[in-house]
């Protein structure tokens, strides 16, 4: 079972050191009372916050700092660079004309890493 994504689900990185918390470009969408988020919802920093330090070898940044420590690994803070719309989406319900966003959708960083979503953001936890 799929669950929508929505402002304040928490994310995280392949190759990022903490998770992040998402936020939908507001929309008159809504779920779980919070703005709904779409395959769109991609834009650093906006949608996508950091995730801490960024430990990915392909990091411009993670490569300078490492050869300045003479090769000893060297995480560097993690600025998300999307290279493209989240993948799959839900293609049969759609929010603001693009496919929703679910809690299966992925999305790829430059710098390799693979950014999911660990929380949905409009789930409630039953308290027994």
């Known amino acids: 079972?799929?669950?929508?994504?929505?402002?304040g689900g928490q994310m995280k990185c392949s190759f990022g050191a903490a998770p992040s918390?998402?936020?939908?470009?507001?929309?008159?969408?809504?779920?779980?009372n919070m703005p709904a988020g779409n395959i769109m919802d991609f834009v650093p920093i906006m949608n996508i916050p950091p995730f801490g330090m960024c430990q990915s070898t392909?990091?411009?940044m993670v490569i300078a700092a490492t050869a300045?420590?003479?090769?000893?690994?060297?995480?560097?803070?993690?600025?998300?660079?999307?290279?493209?719309?989240?993948?799959?989406?839900?293609?049969?319900?759609l929010v603001a004309g693009m496919p929703a966003l679910n809690d299966s959708s992925i999305l790829n960083c430059a710098w390799a890493g693979v950014i999911t979503f660990a929380k949905p953001g409009q789930m409630t936890e039953k308290v027994p």
């Not at 079972?1 to 402002?7: D, G, I, L, V």
């Not at 918390?21 to 779980?32: C, H, I, L, Y």
């Open 1 to 7: 079972m799929a669950f929508h994504c929505c402002t």
């Open 21 to 32: 918390v998402f936020s939908a470009t507001p929309k008159m969408v809504m779920t779980g």
């Open 58 to 60: 392909s990091n411009p």
């Open 68 to 93: 300045a420590a003479l090769g000893a690994m060297t995480p560097m803070p993690c600025i998300p660079v999307p290279t493209g719309p989240w993948a799959p989406g839900a293609p049969t319900v």
